[in-house]
């Protein structure tokens, strides 16, 4: 991953709302990811982690990601999480990040499962950085 140089001090943080596209082996799904100024990261749909700086270009990200159980007498459980780890390249208003998530079992952390996972986004909003 490469990324081009520019002139914009702030374009090489992550700050503000991202419409993202998550690549996995067999699927694709949407997503909304919000990084903050202080180092966090939430996914719109429920996780959280950190972020920080790799490059005048890059970050890493780290968000764990509940998993709950839909259906059945255990319905509303949280019954895993999927732990998810990306290294990014930002480009402008957009970054490509790779990596990989993976599912553990709540309670004992046990790995259920583990995919490489590719991530698209572009920024929805840029959030102003204080004086």
């Known amino acids: 991953m490469t990324a081009t140089a520019r002139t914009d001090p702030t374009a090489a943080l992550p700050v503000g709302a991202w419409s993202a596209q998550v690549h996995r082996e067999t699927e694709t799904s949407a997503a909304v990811l919000h990084f903050t100024g202080d180092g966090r990261v939430f996914l719109g749909d429920g996780g959280a982690g950190h972020w920080e700086p790799t490059g005048p270009d890059g970050f890493t990200f780290r968000v764990a990601e509940p998993l709950f159980d839909e259906r059945g007498p255990a319905a509303g459980d949280c019954v895993g999480w999927v732990d998810i780890d990306q290294l990014a390249v930002l480009d402008g208003d957009s970054f490509r990040s790779e990596g990989v998530s993976v599912v553990r079992e709540s309670g004992s952390g046990r ?21």
């Open 111 to 131: 790995v259920l499962r583990t995919k490489r996972v590719t991530v698209t986004a572009r920024r929805a909003m840029r959030t102003a950085r204080p004086a």
